[in-house]
Structure formats: C-alpha cells, structure tokens
Nanobody
C-alpha cells in the first residue's frame, strides 16, 4: 500500500505564497514514474495542475497556474513540492498529490489524473481576496 502525505496548506491573502510538500510514507519508490499535483474546489471537477517525471524531471502545467506555480523534487527523489506564488482567490481548493508508474506524466493535466494510481488525502489551500 502506497501512502502519500501532503502538507503545507493553509490560509493566505491574495498575492501571497505557499509551498506544498508530498512525501511517500512507505517503501514505495516512484523513481521510474510520475508525480502530480491536483486540486478540487467545492462544486467543481478535479483539475490537474502540475506534473513531474521523477527521472527526467520533465514538468507540465495547467494554463491556469503556468508562471505562478512550480513543481519540483528533492535530490533524494522522495519528496515533491509545489511552490505557489501570486495566489488568487480562484486557487482555493483541496490540493492532492498523486503518483503513477510510466511516462507521459503530462496526461494528468489533460485527464485530471484519471491514470494516477496512488493519492494522498489532500491539504486545503484557502486564498482570501
């Protein structure tokens, strides 16, 4: 059983920043696959916002966050981060990290992570205007 644990959510004013972290709290190593950040706001469908391939570090972003959010990983490839700058009220959502094997990680942006196998419990981000 793969367990992903997110942290770093909170409340911030518009224009502020937050950094989310996702740690695989198990023996699982996703060194050959993809990690992604997804979010779901109340009454809205889940949205894929950023993905990274663990080996190549290739990244992809949704247009809604491009230029404001950055996905990255630590050198040990055990933690994935989402740096969120210039936050807007519309960024308010429950943020999830997820993992899957394989490549073409960017598909998580297109299909809201339907191909991702393992999911964390989520961390809430609230941005007030």
């Amino acid at each position: 059983q793969v367990q992903l644990v997110e942290s770093g959510g909170g409340s911030v004013q518009a224009g502020g920043s937050l950094r989310l972290s996702c740690v695989a709290a198990s023996e699982y190593t996703y060194s050959r696959g993809c990690m992604g950040w997804f979010r779901q706001a109340p009454g809205k469908e889940r949205e894929g916002i950023a993905t990274i391939h663990i080996v190549s570090s290739s990244t992809a972003y949704a247009d809604s966050v491009k230029g404001r959010f950055t996905i990255s990983q630590d050198t040990a490839k055990t933690t994935v981060f989402l740096q969120m700058n210039n936050l807007k009220a519309e960024d308010t959502a429950l943020y999830y990290c997820a993992a899957r094997s394989g490549a073409m990680c960017y598909r998580g942006i297109l299909d809201a992570g339907n191909g991702y196998q393992y999911w964390g419990q989520g961390t809430q981000v609230t941005v007030s205007s």
